[in-house]
């Protein structure tokens, strides 16, 4: 779409093995998206806790509240994906890639195995998980959902298998994921989880599933047996979509996990995805003093009942339930280094 002169530096770094940042993999290596490096996860509220230093981007949002039961746990949107301008002269316009790393919708999960580890349990579609932090430390532990919409761009996924550069599936159509996000910490004790987990699935985990035609991943989703085939498009089975479609994009709970539907009523065509156990999805086994990762199938359901400021990701800067943002400041325009294709 653009020409090879244009390199964008929102790549998403991915790890293969103990976290180094991978060149080349076979399909069935173990492979994973690491939130120290990757523009996409959600920024941490204290995020020197865990990384010694500051790893963030800007994530404006535009925030729903209410108080009607199912406002926070299930929801549809009207979409019109943007145009991008036309390919001629591309040193003279912008590009959907180059303003935004994704566009995506949010929502607060259960996740018994994640921050702030203090409490066993978490009631799925309920307001009974509200717990203030300033008030008390028990508060469910909570991951983040976020249905991200990638835009067209000149590279594919995964990007450092082919270029350091933009972090797109095609070069003329957009595609969407179904990205979960927890954190391995306990603020209260003040620890992480073990070594084997950190090394492996990072501190701030990141499953990942493209929205597929027949709501089946084509490899786990979780970060601890996911491979290169979890991140490579496949224009067959995933749901590719072009600038300019009208969409019909729904967030529902099922008795499988959250589940994501898009239904393009420019094609006709569908695709979904569901956070279930048969789809790869995974909570990790909260155990500092471990010597192992231990991965637990999971269904992700919604947190909450209704959406509204005490509706919270504890651990997550932005803090949200419901949500849209548009990810920015993850392209840098470079003219003076040769970039591989």
């Known amino acids: 779409m653009v ?16 976290g180094v940042p991978a060149r080349a993999a076979p399909s069935s290596q173990h492979t994973h998206i690491d939130c120290e490096y990757s523009r996409l996860c959600p920024d941490l509220a204290s995020p020197s806790d865990a990384y010694g230093d500051y790893v963030g981007h800007d994530e404006p949002s535009l925030l ?3 108080n009607t039961a199912g406002s926070g746990n299930q929801m549809r949107y009207n979409v019109t994906l943007p145009n991008d301008p036309p390919p001629s ?7 959907n890639f180059e303003l935004h790393g994704a566009l995506w919708f949010g929502m607060a999960l259960c996740d018994t195995q994640s921050y702030p580890e203090q409490v066993s349990t978490c009631t799925p579609d309920s307001d009974s998980n509200i717990v203030d932090p300033a008030v008390s430390p028990n508060h469910p532990g909570t991951a983040f959902l976020e249905l991200q919409f990638y835009p067209p761009g000149w590279i594919p996924w ?26 391995q910490e306990d603020p209260v004790a003040g620890t992480l989880n073990n ?46 979509m072009s600038s300019g479609d009208n969409l ?23 695709g979904s995805m569901t956070a279930s156990p048969s789809n790869g999805f995974k909570q990790f ?3 500092p003093s471990g010597t192992s990762c231990v991965g637990i199938p999971y269904a992700f359901h919604p947190m ?12 997550a800067a932005h803090s949200y339930n419901v949500g849209f943002s548009d990810e920015i400041g993850h392209f840098q325009y470079c003219n003076g280094v040769a970039v591989p294709a």
């Open 3 to 18: 020409a090879g002169a244009l390199a964008a530096a929102g790549m998403i770094p991915l790890a293969s093995g103990g």
């Open 195 to 240: 070594d084997d987990c950190l090394a492996k699935v990072g501190i701030e985990t990141f499953e990942f599933a493209f929205v597929t035609k027949n709501g089946v991943a084509a490899a786990p989703a979780n970060p601890l047996d996911s491979t290169l085939t979890t991140y490579t498009p496949d224009r067959i089975r995933d749901l590719f």
């Open 64 to 66: 729903f509240y209410s």
């Open 248 to 270: 019909n994009v729904g967030l529902h709970d099922t008795a499988n996990g959250v589940q994501a539907q898009i239904d393009d009523l420019s094609t006709g065509q569908s």
């Open 304 to 315: 909450y009942a209704t959406s509204s400021e005490a509706t919270r990701v504890i651990w």
């Open 285 to 287: 086994l909260y155990d």
């Open 158 to 183: 995964p990007t450092w298998a082919v270029a350091l550069g933009a972090s797109t599936c095609d070069p003329v159509r957009w595609c969407a994921a179904m990205n979960v996000f927890s954190l």
């Open 89 to 95: 002269h591309p040193l003279s316009r912008t590009y």
